[in-house]
């Protein structure tokens, strides 16, 4: 993409953001925005077909962007007290941005794109999972479960609040199987095979 392309993208994004910031999704034209961004609105169609194409293309961008920090998505398996920790200093780190997006009419669909993307990261690690009905079950209550309780509870202390979450996600993994352990055993595992005296070195 050439420099002056570039820049029109860059205007009209940051127009775009200028105007989610004040009014709802559904209230923003193509026309004010253009006029914002100063450009013609065949130019805007030469980038997005329409204002809602614009809105999605950011917010899936932004957790691409959120998600790519983490450092093992199938940590949520096995590692929640981790992976909590990682993926709430990445929406803080977003929080400003994500505020925007996903406001409005569109605020479910931050725990929906953050549960698709996230399944498709651990059934592309394990193939098996995708058509398991227990594993999407477990999945899908884990992410939006400690999404909403901590949207709800954020005003409060954070760490308590992540605490208790991580303890109660414990809690049902403990029930839930990964390769016929549960994922806090197979964390044992690892830990006992650590200790073993052939994998210590003196």
Avoid: W
């Amino acid at each position: 993409m050439d420099l002056r392309r570039l820049r029109t993208k860059k205007s009209i994004i940051n127009a775009f953001l200028a105007l989610r910031s004040e009014k709802p999704l559904e209230k923003i034209t193509v026309r004010e925005l253009t006029e914002k961004a100063v450009i013609h609105k065949a130019t805007f169609y030469l980038h997005y077909h329409d204002i809602y194409e614009l809105s999605e293309t950011l917010e899936e961008e932004v957790i691409a962007d959120v998600l790519n920090g983490l450092s093992d998505p199938t940590q949520l398996l096995t590692d929640t007290e981790r992976f909590n920790e990682e993926l709430y200093c990445l929406l803080m780190a977003h929080e400003s941005l994500l505020s925007i997006l996903y406001s409005g009419t569109r605020a479910g669909m931050l725990a929906v794109r953050l549960e698709k993307h996230l399944k498709d990261y651990i059934f592309n690690r394990h193939p098996d999972y995708r058509d398991d009905l227990e594993k999407n079950v477990i999945l899908t209550y884990l992410i939006h479960g400690a999404y909403h309780a901590y949207m709800q509870y954020r005003d409060q202390d954070p760490k308590t609040v992540l605490l208790m979450i991580d303890t109660m996600a414990a809690a049902v993994l403990k029930m839930y199987t990964v390769d016929g352990k549960s994922a806090t055993e197979g964390e044992k595992g690892k830990e006992k095979i650590a200790q073993t005296p052939e994998n210590v070195t003196m």
